[in-house]
C-alpha cells in the first residue's frame, strides 16, 4: 500500500547525497592509493549508491554484489539473516570493502562481515552512505560514513519500503511511520 506523499519529508537532497559520496570516494581513494579494490555491494538497497560510488574512486576498482535477507517485520530485523546471493568473485588477499546503504541494528552487516572475513581478505572495511546509529543492536562500525542519524523511517535513492520508493533522487523520513 502506498504511503501518502504528505508524509515525506526531505532529510537528504539529492545535492548532499552527491556532495558525501564524491567525498567518500576520495577517502577511499586516498586510503587506497592506486591499489586495487573489491567493491562488494549489498543489494538491493546499496545499488544506486555504489554506482555513484565506483565513479568517485579513482584507484582500480572492481565490483561484486551479495544479496542478503533479514526476516521480521518490514521496518524491523529479526536477527536472522539468509544469504540469497553469494559473492562470484574470491576475495582471498584483496582489499574489500563492504558497501551498504545504511547501517541499521547491525545484524546483517555483522553476519556478512564476519562470512567475509572467514575467506582471508587482506583488507576488509565497511562504506555506508547512512549509519543509523539509535537502533544499533550489535558492535560494528562503518570505516567510512557519508551521513548519520538517530531514528526514523527512510526512503528514496535505493532504499525502499516495500520495494517502493528506491528510485526517489533524494532521501525522505517518513512521518507518522
Request: hydrophobic residues 35%; charged residues 30%.
Amino acid at each position: 500500500m502506498p504511503i501518502p506523499r504528505e508524509k515525506f519529508k526531505i532529510l537528504y537532497s539529492r545535492e548532499r547525497i552527491a556532495a558525501e559520496v564524491k567525498r567518500l570516494g576520495q577517502e577511499i581513494t586516498r586510503d587506497y592509493q592506486q591499489r586495487d579494490i573489491l567493491l562488494v555491494g549489498v543489494l538491493k538497497g546499496s545499488f544506486l549508491f555504489i554506482a555513484d560510488l565506483i565513479r568517485e574512486i579513482e584507484s582500480p576498482t572492481m565490483i561484486d554484489f551479495v544479496r542478503l535477507a533479514s526476516y521480521g517485520s518490514q521496518t524491523q530485523s529479526s536477527g536472522i539473516i539468509e544469504f540469497r546471493k553469494e559473492l562470484e568473485m574470491p576475495i582471498r588477499d584483496r582489499d574489500v570493502i563492504i558497501v551498504e546503504d545504511i547501517v541499521d541494528s547491525g545484524y546483517t552487516l555483522e553476519c556478512l562481515y564476519n562470512k567475509l572475513l572467514l575467506q582471508e581478505p587482506r583488507s576488509l572495511k565497511i562504506c555506508s552512505l547512512i549509519d543509523k546509529r539509535g537502533r544499533r543492536e550489535v558492535e560494528i562500525e562503518a570505516d567510512y560514513v557519508g551521513m548519520t542519524m538517530d531514528e526514523g523511517f527512510i526512503i528514496g535513492y535505493g532504499l525502499d519500503y516495500d520495494e517502493h520508493y528506491r528510485n526517489l533522487p533524494d532521501i525522505y523520513t517518513v512521518e507518522d511511520f
